[in-house]
């Protein structure tokens, strides 16, 4: 019985993954736009602009993970405030 719902699912989803590569052709596009930017560039400019986005992925992450932890801190204390108050009336 089961058999027959995957399959019917798994269709689903492989008829809208063969639409959109259809429609939007990411890889293309991609591949298109290295080898008509990326690829005519000198190597040091490559490596200097692959330093300059792994700096940029590691202060957002950074930036992201501070955040994170000042929500939780933030979130922590309302439930710590709200437990005692259920305790205390």
Do not use: H, Q, R
Not at 57 to 67: A, C, D, E, P, Q
């Amino acid at each position: 019985m089961m058999v027959p719902i995957a399959n019917f699912f798994t269709n689903i989803y492989e008829k809208i993954n063969n639409w959109m590569k259809g429609v939007f052709k990411v890889d293309e596009i991609v591949l298109e736009f290295y080898n008509k930017v990326i690829a005519p560039l000198p190597e040091i400019a490559k490596i200097l602009g692959g330093i300059f986005l792994l700096l940029i992925l590691v202060l957002g992450i950074f930036s992201f993970v501070k955040k994170f932890i000042k929500t939780s801190i933030i979130i922590g204390v309302i439930i710590v405030i709200v437990v005692v108050l259920f305790v205390l009336l």
